[in-house]
């Protein structure tokens, strides 16, 4: 075990372990709600891995929607890493063995880490970014079981929890608008998302919005390199 790279990667994933804990947590309790069992939602949360996915399965789970139904929908939602995830092909092509794994744990917050944050020296990068992803499943489940755990001990009022998810993009966002320089990513993602609710309708925002956002992320990639450069 690299120690210097785990410590490195535990400061870096602090801002999502503290994230990733209560949201975990707050899914755990409305699983538990509906009557679910802990081992539900640990299934869930080690196979799945997916938080806004997790958090509408809870509404499909408490309407008996079909398993394709959840199945499909998770997709729909997570298929954006189809497209952010190519800036990162080169760095994980370099973990060898891991790369599958790593893709496996790749989330919107892990990807604000990894394309988000100055690398420290004197460090393997391999090791630090693996550690990043790992960490930050791991407090995934913890949170979820937790959550799971404590609902089927206390009976829990989870009315309004849902946002736990987007006040975690939210602290994600001001860490990283202090990071950079430049400001055009957060405007062509803002700028983006209401085009896409627009044109698309809510259902369809976060495909829509994903595939503008890549593609004018790409167009503009020389000139946003330079102004967070200045």
């Not at 944050?117 to 990068?125: A, F, Q």
């Not at 799971?148 to 994600?172: P, R």
Request: net charge positive; charged share 15%; with cysteine.
């Amino acid at each position: 075990m690299d120690k210097k790279a785990l410590n490195e990667a535990l400061k870096t994933s602090l801002p999502v372990i503290l994230g990733y804990l209560p949201s975990g947590f707050a899914f755990g309790l409305m699983m538990s709600s509906l009557g679910q069992k802990v081992i539900t939602s640990g299934i869930m949360a080690i196979l799945m891995y997916a938080g806004a996915g997790q958090y509408i399965a809870v509404d499909f789970i408490k309407n008996n929607s079909p398993l394709i139904t959840i199945i499909v929908t998770t997709f729909l939602i997570n298929c954006k890493h189809l497209f952010y995830g190519l800036s990162l092909i080169e760095t994980f092509n370099k973990t060898g063995r891991k790369k599958p794994f790593l893709i496996f744990l790749l989330t919107d917050e892990t990807y604000a880490l990894l394309t988000g944050t100055v690398y420290p020296k004197n460090v393997n990068t391999n090791q630090y970014i693996f550690y990043i992803a790992v960490i930050n499943y791991l407090s995934w489940i913890a949170g979820c079981v937790l959550g799971a755990v404590f609902g089927s001990v206390v009976k829990f009022d989870t009315t309004g929890l849902d946002f736990a998810m987007t006040a975690l993009f939210l602290v994600i966002l001001t860490s990283q608008l202090k990071t950079f320089t430049t400001k055009y990513p957060f405007i062509i993602g803002a700028g983006t998302a209401l085009f896409a609710l627009m044109l698309f309708g809510k259902g369809n925002i976060l495909l829509g919005g994903a595939i503008m956002t890549v593609i004018l992320l790409v167009v503009l990639r020389e000139r946003i390199e330079k102004d967070d450069n200045r």
